[in-house]
Nanobody
Framework: VQLQASGGGLVQAGGSLRLSCAAS????????VGWFRQAPGKERELIAT????????YYADSVKGRFTISRDNAKNTVYLQMNSLKPDDTAVYYC????????????????WGQGTLVTVSS
């Protein structure tokens, strides 16, 4: 399976972007999909996850209330809608999937997309 992340770009503070994560090779059914980000000089951070079947979601405090993760069954795609962007949101954003996710267990993100750069100017 391959994950393709897209939608990054340059945006002014306060603006919005929507990232997409499309899977090829198999569907996201029975999966957990997460969005991570890594800013220069910082550790990678898990910011949002979605359980494909539920679909329950999780958000890191740093993005809660501003970002929304969602899925489209027909397109086999997960989205990350990012609103009220701040310069601190500047990072490379990655999507990842646990294709055999067991609800209640910790997700193991074994499959990763290539990353998409988000730059927020002040």
């Amino acid at each position: 399976v391959q994950l393709q992340a897209s939608g990054g770009g340059l945006v002014q503070a306060g603006g919005s972007l929507r990232l997409s994560c499309a899977a090829s090779g198999r569907t996201f059914s029975n999966s957990a999909v997460g969005w991570f980000r890594q800013a220069p000089g910082k550790e990678r951070e898990l910011i949002a996850t979605i359980n494909w079947r539920s679909p329950t979601t999780y958000y890191a405090d740093s993005v809660k209330g501003r970002f929304t993760i969602s899925r489209d069954n027909a397109k086999n795609t997960v989205y990350l809608q990012m609103n009220s962007l701040k310069p601190d949101d500047t990072a490379v954003y990655y999507c990842a999937a646990d294709l055999a996710f067991v609800p209640g267990a910790q997700a193991r993100f074994a499959f990763w997309g290539q990353g998409t750069l988000v730059t927020v100017s002040s």
